[in-house]
């Protein structure tokens, strides 16, 4: 696949930084007590300087040099810029990144115009959000070159061109780093990840709080600022107490009062992952933002009753048997992983007919959901009793349980299921893609099924789904129309009472994956995804940072369904289609000893 397209570098301010977010290493932030953060240099260990042009060059040298040149870490890109004739280099201001692999081909194609092409790995939008690329797709460039004073020189660029890395280039200068966005219902903040430099990084996380969060996020998250709200100033700057000054623009006043709270809260959240910064403090026009309950001085986003997103590891649950469920040891996976003195703090879990699979179980670990042989009835045991939900759907898949706070900081406890709806029309003859979710806090009488909205889902085939450990997100797996496997993430939008109504517009994740089988979450924002190689052959799951590039995880032969606690890559399961369980020890996948299936509570 070619595509014709510019390519990035956006972490930078829409002010005064239009630069300086663009370079750097990723190493320690070089700040400074008491200076602005973005008035420093980068580092210059391991800086690599690019030649310039020779006396001689030919038009594809010219063209070859400005790429290399563009992977270079002086911020202003001196170097680059040497390859440009006047009024280029004038114009050219990169805000996007197009991450590369192996060589590029060059081709001059007359009239003074050289064509580059390169395998494409990823793009870095303005915003500092990395979109990886389906395996085979290229990227490609034409520049117009000019003599000047007898030598060439690059006279047009493609329209908003940015710079070009190697993938290696590219995880030398630049780092993922987690902004994060207050929920619409929740006190809850959900991180979304961005690609930064540490040259003016305190800065850049700020501008990205202000910003807003992305588009398939809206919906899940408050409203973005009132228009114009931006920060003011050249940068942030930290004192010698480690305390971050923000500085926004007076737009900033006319936000809500919840808007104002989660503001600060997002803040702190966000800037306090960087050492340098203890305290932050959000000021308009020099003076403290005011927002409701608000303490003289806030050092983290619970002081102003929020909670940020982070890893929870679930405790494991094991089929031992035809019927029979034990609480697992999550310690050494490498041995017998039941412990019957840890499962006698722990609820009693029932008996389970061998006619049941893909099983779920609760966070409290008091209920317990699998599908029938047909994958047309959900089984749910609460207090040991089992009661049968069918009629509403056929061709289920894994329930998922989840759990998250309402509005008030009670907690919601969810099961969900996806399949396809039963039209009212047409009997049992399946129709659309469906999500629903069911109240678990219900007495098993009233907890019906009820869709979720997601119009999206409606011509796909939905063959796993798995919600995040915060409960506001959901990782969901389809069949597309014309047959290919598809990994979305989208943000789940909740009513005044915090329980699911719809999902939001979704983000496409792993577009390199043809044959998915199951998914999971590694920890809270990154998925494991279960496939089978394009030929049909051995099963194998991947790491799939979203919003991050993808990497494999080893082959687990017979692989069919997976199990993510949200610990870490170390401590995921996948079942095989010989009723055994292979867990990931090092860098090979080992059989755990007297187990057919795994379960990882409230997942």
Known sequence: ????????????????????????????????????????????????????????????????GFLDATAGTNQNYERAREYLTDNARRSWAPRTVAVTSGTRDLIASGKNTVTATAESIADLDASAHLTEQPSGATTTADFRLAKV??????????????????????????????????????????????????????????????????????????????????LTGSSVSIDNDGVASVNVSGEVLAATPVQRTALWASMLATLGQVSEVRRVVVLVDGARLQAPGLPSSPSTPSDLGYTAVSGNPAQLVGRTGPTRLEWMDNGDSATDLRNPSHSK??????????????????????????????????????????????????????????????????????????????????????????????????????????????????DKHITAVRLSPDGERIAVAVHAPGGASQVYVAGVVRGKKGHAQALTRPLRVAPSVTNVLDIGWIDYVTLAVLQRDSDGGVAGPLNVPIGGLSSSLGETPGGDHLVATGSGASSLYVETDADTVLTRVGASWQEVPGVTAMIASGT
């Open 1 to 64: 696949m070619t595509r014709r397209r510019p390519v990035l570098l956006g972490l930078v301010l829409a002010v005064a930084l239009a630069l300086a977010g663009c370079s750097g290493l990723p190493t320690s932030s070089d700040v400074r007590a008491g200076k602005a953060v973005d008035n420093h240099a980068p580092p210059t260990v391991g800086n690599i300087e690019y030649p310039g042009p020779t006396d001689g060059a030919s038009q594809k040298d010219i063209v070859s």
């Open 345 to 458: 703090d722990l609820p009693t879990l029932p008996t389970i007919n061998h006619n049941w699979y893909r099983l779920a179980v609760s966070g409290d670990g008091k209920q317990v959901a699998a599908i029938d042989g047909a994958n047309a009835v959900l089984g749910r045991w609460v207090g040991g009793h089992l009661s049968r939900i069918s009629g509403f759907g056929t061709d289920l898949v894994a329930p998922s349980f989840s759990s998250t706070r309402g509005p008030s900081g009670d907690s919601i406890d969810e099961l969900w299921v996806a399949g396809r709806s039963v039209s009212k029309d047409s009997g049992d003859k399946s129709a659309n893609g469906t999500l629903w979710v069911v109240d678990a806090e219900l007495p098993v009488a009233d907890a019906q099924p009820q869709p979720v909205e997601a119009a999206w889902l409606r």
């Open 149 to 230: 004073d007898g030598q060439w020189r690059i006279a047009e660029l493609p329209a908003d061109f940015g710079l070009w890395m190697n993938v290696d280039q590219f995880k030398r200068i630049y780092q993922p780093q987690e902004v994060y966005y207050a929920a619409a219902t929740q006190h809850t903040l959900v991180p979304d990840t961005q690609w930064y430099t540490q040259t003016g990084l305190v800065s850049s996380l700020a501008a990205a709080v202000v910003r807003g969060a992305p588009r398939w996020m809206n919906g899940m998250t408050l409203p973005s600022l009132p228009k114009g709200s931006e």
